[in-house]
């Protein structure tokens, strides 16, 4: 089955830096790479995904790149703000079985001001 | 205006009870999904129903039983709790398989 590795585990940055979070996958297959924002007692926060007949996706301060070739993918945030401050999870899925969600453990992002 | 919500926020209840968490999702989304959350954040699904259709369960133990009436709503019964499933389980509903996901805030089971 698909296994999803994400680093780094924690991340600090100073406001207004950008912020870059990695991950790989081992399925081949898998097509769809979503990216989740957890904040602190809430459910994880949809906030840009990407499948893989692209190969970047850019919204607002927020970008994901995939290479196929290397089954990696990268989270983006520019000029980060104290409230990007949260729990990120990378995910992947394929069709091959049954668009289930793996997750990646998390990063912890720290922004400060 | 709750797209996903769970009903309780908060259960704390003894090993060996019984109890259920409730799901709906107002978004006229096809499939939901329940998933586990453990202390180190880690995120697992457990079930998937597609129009109230069982599509992924996995290894999960049988004292867990998910039931979706209807498609808005995907119900999760635990028998027989153990200190072990003390968690934050999430419900979560997308317009189909193989799509974006929107989570529920979430409901944190504590086993005494």
């Known amino acids: 089955g698909e296994n999803v590795e994400q680093h780094p585990s924690t991340l600090s940055v100073q406001e207004g830096d950008s912020a870059v979070i990695k991950c790989t996958y081992s399925d081949s297959a898998s097509n769809y790479f979503p990216w989740y924002k957890q904040e602190l007692g809430k459910g994880p926060q949809l906030i840009i995904d990407i499948r893989s007949n692209v190969g970047e996706k850019k919204d607002q301060r927020i970008a994901v790149t995939l290479n196929k070739t290397a089954k990696h993918f990268s989270l983006h945030i520019t000029e980060t703000q104290p409230e990007d401050s949260a729990v990120y999870f990378c995910?992947?899925?394929?069709?091959?079985?049954?668009?289930?969600?793996?997750f990646g453990a998390g990063t912890i992002l720290r922004v400060k001001s | 205006d709750t797209a996903v919500s769970q009903t309780p926020k908060y259960l704390v209840t003894q090993m060996g009870n019984d109890k259920s968490i409730k799901c709906e999702q107002n978004?006229?989304?096809?499939?939901m999904y329940w998933y586990k959350q453990d202390s180190k954040k880690f995120l697992k699904i457990m079930f998937s129903y597609n129009n109230k259709e069982l599509i992924i369960n996995e290894t999960v133990p049988n004292r867990f039983s998910p039931k979706s009436p209807d498609k808005a709503h995907l119900n999760l019964h635990i028998n027989s709790l153990e200190l072990g499933d003390s968690a934050v389980y999430f419900c979560a509903s997308s317009p189909g398989q193989g799509q974006g996901q929107f989570f529920g805030p979430g409901t944190r089971l504590t086993v005494l």
């Open positions: 978004l006229g989304h096809d499939t």
């Open positions: 995910a992947a899925s394929s069709e091959e079985y049954g668009n289930k969600l793996v």
